[in-house]
C-alpha cells in the first residue's frame, strides 16, 4: 500500500496535481470558469472523431495555401468520442494557414459541440480548436504563452492538449484551445454583445476585417473610430482621441508582452496578424488580444531583436510614437519581465505542462525524443531572450546621431525577402564601394529589400542614396526597379529604371517618437537593384509638414 502510494504521489507531482494555475509566478484566471480541467495540467484527454466518407471528400476539396485568400470553409458533421463520453452531430471544418496540411495528413480542426443540438458541450465548451502544431515542436508554446498573457492583464483563450484519433488513424498530438466566441466573452468582459473582430488571418484594423461575434455585424463605427484616432497627426490630440477608444493599458500591457515574447507573427510586428479586438459595449473601449502563439522566444526572429522596434500595427505605432506612451511602454515591460518572466519559475512551468506530454508520448518513443529534444531548446530560447530584453531596458535605444549638417549615417543592413515573390540579396565590393544588392530569383516577379533601423524624433526627413537598377528586360513593368522608402509605405514613388548610378530622396514625417524602419528594395522578374551602402544616409530638415484639417 506504501509502494502504491508512493506511485500515486510521484505521478500527482509529475501532472501538476496539487500546484495551483497560478504557480512559478503566473497570477490564476481572475474568474472561475468552465472547463478548467481540461486546460489544468493533468492527463492528456483522448479524441477519436468519425467523419463519414462524404464528410472526408468535402474536407478533401478545403485546401488553403499560404499567402493567398482563404476559401470558403465548409462544415462536415462527425462523432467525437472521449472515453465513454459521445457527442454526435459536431460541425468541423480544417483551419490553418501557413501551418495548413490536408485532411489525410496532420490537419488542424475546429469543432463546433453546439452547431445542431444548442445544450451540447464539451467539459462546458461549445467551441474548441486542435492545433497540428507543425511550426512549435514543443507543443508548450501556446499554453505557456496564454497564461503570460493573462498575468498581465490580457484576455486569451486557454490551451490544453490532446491525442488525437480520426477514423481509427492515430493523428498524434494536438494542442487544445479554447473557442473565440460569446461563452469566451462573458468569462472576461461585463457584456458579451460587443464586436470581436477577427484578425488572425492577416490586416490590420484597417482592413474589413471578420466578425467572430457579433450583435450588430453591420455596425463598424467602433473600428472606425479606433482608425480615425491613430491617424490623427498631431501627437497630443492622438493620445487624447486614443484614450477615448482604446483600452491604453491593457494594449501597452498587449504590446508588451508580445515584444517580450519575440512575437513577429503579431500584431505589434507581424504582418499584422494573429490578433483579435473586441469593443467592450460596457466601458466603450477597444481590447486587443492574441491569437497563433507557436513561433515565440527566437523561433523566426533573433533572440536579440529590439524591445523598440518598427511597429508595423497601425494602433502600436500610433500610440507607442507618443513619446510618454513609449516610456510608459517600457516602464510596463520592465514590470510584465520582473513579476511573470523569471526565468527559474517559467523552466519550472515548462517541466509541470511537459510531464502529462510525457506520459501521452510514452508508447512513441521517437515522437518522445524530438519532444524531450525541443524542450530543452525552448528553455535556451526563453533564457537568451529574458537576457537581451533585460540588457535593452537598462541600455534603452539612443535616437540616430545628426552631425552639425543635420545628417546621419545609417548601418546595421539587413536583407529580407518578399514572403510570397522572393528575391536575394548579398554585399559586395564594387569600384572601392561597398554595395548592397537585390537579386531577381527565378524569372518570376521578386521583391526584396535591405532594412535598417534608427529611432527619430518629431521632425521632417529625408531618406537619400544611390542606387542603379541592372537586367530588367525590355518587358519590364514600370513598377519594376528599385525604390528607397520607409517602412509601412509601399506607394512606387522613387522608382528608378536607370542603369547608371542615380540619387534618389525619399521624405517622410515622423510625428512623436519613431523607430523608422529604412527599405532600400528592388522589383522585378529579373535583374536586380544596387545601392551604394556609403550614400544612404538620413537629412533632418525642421518640423514635420502641417497637414490640412479633414472635415469629418
Known amino acids: 500500500m506504501k509502494a502504491t502510494f508512493t506511485i500515486l504521489l510521484v505521478l500527482a507531482l509529475a501532472l501538476g496535481v496539487g500546484s495551483s494555475p497560478g504557480a512559478a509566478g503566473l497570477k490564476p484566471a481572475k474568474k472561475k470558469t468552465v472547463a478548467g480541467e481540461l486546460f489544468f495540467p493533468g492527463p492528456v484527454t483522448r479524441l477519436q472523431i468519425e467523419i463519414s466518407p462524404e464528410g472526408m471528400e468535402t474536407l478533401r476539396q478545403y485546401n488553403q495555401v499560404w499567402g493567398k485568400p482563404r476559401p470558403e470553409r465548409h462544415d462536415v458533421q462527425a462523432i467525437v468520442r472521449e472515453g465513454s463520453q459521445v457527442y454526435s452531430n459536431v460541425s468541423v471544418h480544417l483551419k490553418g494557414s501557413y501551418s495548413f496540411q ?122 472606425t473610430n479606433l482608425v480615425k484616432a491613430v491617424k ?87 500610440l507607442l510614437s507618443i513619446p510618454e506612451m513609449r516610456a510608459r511602454y517600457l516602464a510596463r515591460m520592465g514590470e510584465i519581465l520582473t513579476n511573470n518572466f523569471r526565468l527559474s519559475d517559467l523552466n519550472k512551468r515548462i517541466d509541470i505542462i511537459a510531464a502529462p506530454i510525457r506520459l501521452a508520448l510514452a508508447s512513441d518513443l521517437r515522437s518522445l525524443a524530438e519532444f524531450e529534444g525541443s524542450i530543452q531548446g525552448f528553455k535556451s530560447r526563453i533564457a537568451a531572450r529574458l537576457e537581451s530584453v533585460q540588457q535593452q531596458l537598462q541600455h534603452p535605444e539612443q535616437p540616430l546621431r545628426f552631425g552639425s549638417d543635420d545628417v546621419a549615417s545609417l548601418s546595421g543592413w539587413r536583407f529580407k525577402s518578399g514572403l510570397t515573390k522572393s ?53 519590364a513593368s514600370k513598377t519594376n526597379g528599385v525604390i528607397l522608402r520607409v517602412s509601412g509605405e509601399r506607394s512606387p514613388k522613387g522608382l528608378s529604371r536607370n542603369a547608371e548610378w542615380t540619387t534618389m530622396n525619399y521624405e517622410f514625417d515622423v510625428r512623436g517618437i519613431m523607430d523608422v524602419e529604412f527599405v532600400c528594395e528592388f522589383r522585378g522578374a529579373q535583374g536586380s537593384g544596387s545601392f551604394d551602402m556609403q550614400s544612404l544616409k538620413v537629412m533632418r530638415k525642421g518640423p514635420p509638414a502641417v497637414l490640412p484639417v479633414k472635415e469629418e
Open 102 to 223: 490536408p485532411i489525410d495528413s496532420k490537419p488542424s480542426f475546429t469543432l463546433k459541440f453546439d452547431a445542431v443540438n444548442a445544450d451540447q458541450k464539451f467539459h462546458g465548451l461549445t467551441k474548441i480548436h486542435l492545433n497540428n502544431s507543425v511550426q512549435d515542436p514543443t507543443y508548450l508554446s501556446e499554453k505557456l504563452a496564454r497564461e503570460l498573457f493573462e498575468a498581465a492583464d490580457v484576455p486569451a483563450p486557454r490551451a490544453g492538449h490532446a491525442m488525437v484519433d480520426l477514423n481509427g488513424r492515430p493523428v498524434g498530438l494536438f494542442v487544445l484551445i479554447e473557442g473565440w466566441n460569446k461563452q469566451f466573452l462573458k468569462h472576461h468582459f461585463s457584456s458579451p454583445k460587443g464586436n470581436l473582430y477577427d484578425g488572425g488571418s492577416g490586416g490590420d484594423v484597417t482592413k474589413a476585417l471578420k466578425m467572430d461575434s457579433s450583435e450588430n455585424p453591420e455596425d463598424r463605427t467602433d473600428l
Open 232 to 318: 490623427e497627426p498631431d501627437p497630443a490630440k492622438r493620445l487624447a482621441r486614443i484614450g477615448q477608444v482604446l483600452d491604453v493599458d491593457r494594449f501597452i500591457s498587449f504590446a508588451a508582452t508580445e515584444i517580450i515574447m519575440c512575437n513577429w507573427d503579431g500584431y505589434s510586428i507581424g504582418g499584422p496578424n494573429n490578433y483579435r479586438v473586441y469593443h467592450d459595449p460596457e466601458r466603450n473601449k477597444m481590447v486587443f488580444m492574441p491569437h497563433g502563439l507557436d513561433q515565440l522566444f527566437g523561433v523566426g526572429s533573433s533572440p536579440s531583436a529590439s524591445i523598440t522596434p518598427h511597429f508595423t500595427g497601425i494602433v502600436a505605432s500610433g
Open 423 to 475: 528575391a536575394s540579396g548579398r554585399r559586395v565590393r564594387e569600384e572601392n564601394r561597398d554595395v548592397l544588392q537585390v537579386f531577381a530569383r527565378s524569372g518570376n516577379d521578386s521583391v526584396g529589400g535591405w532594412r535598417a533601423n534608427g529611432l527619430l524624433a518629431e521632425g521632417h526627413y529625408i531618406f537619400s542614396g544611390r542606387a542603379r537598377a541592372d537586367g530588367l528586360g525590355d518587358n
